[in-house]
């Protein structure tokens, strides 16, 4: 496996050696709307797994030229239609602003491709209940790029060890997440609340949807949210400080920090942490680093009546998401995640911030 850059979370993209599900050329996919840097992470997952680049498609060239420099096998559309009107391409993966993320999905349902996008897959709930009725319509997947558990080893080791019964039954998840601001690289869009929803929505989407993977929970209760602009008067779009604590339906409860302070002497984009507490034992996992002794690193804490382990799941673990999400999109199953997953955890961000914002939903 190769180390990525973990400096800057824009651009952390994860690739490692991985069993191909499939032949070259079984699955092509098409990669479109390069606004965000989780697009090469997106990419690397679904081609390291045997999914076979074939179309780039962006408005901006300096994109896409960039994105040939790592991916020169993938063909250049003229246009969004071109791209979608290859009957080879069984998905399309983008990274696009993130309130234009929707339409640019459904556009994609529509030619009956499934759609695989960077988290936040919506701004508003109203986007959210078009996206149930489209793939409903279409039969076609509505896809997200969840990436701190689905591209962290030890994010997905964790749920492994869970479902195997090493805490028993979860009662509650705490989520830490701080993450690198790079003020001075940042799109314009960035620090739009209109274009990029909200740091719940965003950010806060990642840490509800291990919420919902840990616990086995189908829904939840937003309890509280809060969110704030505690340094940054001179982007007073931004937010850089969110909290939410939430009660899931079977009685698991949780709560997440995000915030946009990790220190300059971090040698990562961000010091993510969950931590399980379970009736049998409990969990840290340590999602980047290792502090004062190794980064990058992903590894767990375990403790529960029978052992006391460290668990190093760096270059060990892999990330068998991406080959069930392409067997998935070939077979029409649902192994990887299913579509009532990946959207509950993008309705209960969206409600966070609806909350935290001061309005109904």
Not at 76 to 97: N, W
Not at 335 to 359: I, N, P, R, V, Y
């Amino acid at each position: 496996m190769s180390k990525p850059n973990i400096a800057n979370g824009a651009t952390y993209a994860p690739t490692a050696e991985a069993e191909k599900v499939v032949k070259p050329g079984e699955f092509a996919f098409a990669s479109a709307y390069l606004d965000h840097g989780h697009i090469y992470g997106q990419v690397n997952g679904l081609r390291d797994a045997g999914g076979t680049l074939k179309w780039v498609y962006d408005p901006d060239p300096e994109k896409v030229a960039a994105f040939l420099e790592k991916n020169p096998e993938a063909q250049v559309a003229d246009s969004y239609a071109q791209l979608l009107g290859d009957s080879e391409v069984k998905m399309v993966t983008a990274a696009a602003i993130p309130n234009k993320r929707a339409e640019i999905g459904f556009q994609a349902l529509e030619a009956g491709k499934d759609y695989f996008t960077d988290k936040s897959p919506f701004t508003n709930l109203l986007q959210l209940e078009a996206a149930r009725r489209k793939t409903t319509e279409t039969g076609r997947r509505y896809m997200v790029y969840y990436s701190e558990r689905l591209h962290n080893e030890a994010g997905m080791k964790a749920g492994e060890l869970i479902a195997d019964g090493a805490v028993g039954r979860v009662l509650q998840v705490v989520n830490l997440a701080p993450h690198r601001l790079s003020k001075d690289i940042r799109p314009d869009w960035f620090f739009d609340k209109e274009q990029y929803g909200g740091i719940i929505t965003d950010i806060g989407s990642h840490q509800l949807e291990q919420f919902l993977a840990y616990t086995g929970a189908t829904d939840a209760e937003v309890n509280f949210a809060r969110v704030e602009n505690f340094n940054n008067p001179d982007k007073p779009g931004l937010e850089d400080f969110g909290e939410v604590s939430l009660t899931a339906d079977n009685g698991a409860s949780f709560y997440c920090r995000m915030d946009w302070f990790t220190p300059d002497g971090s040698p990562v984009w961000g010091d993510g942490r969950t931590f399980v507490v379970g009736t049998e034992g409990t969990l840290e996992v340590r999602k980047y680093m290792d502090p004062c002794r190794q980064a990058p690193d992903s590894r767990i804490f375990l403790t529960n009546g029978e052992t006391q382990q460290e668990i190093e799941c760096f270059e060990s673990v892999g990330f068998p998401f991406f080959g069930e999400l392409i067997l998935d999109s070939l077979n029409r199953t649902e192994h990887a995640m299913t579509q009532a997953h990946a959207f509950k955890a993008a309705e209960l961000s969206l409600k966070a911030q609806a909350l935290a914002d001061g309005q109904e939903f």
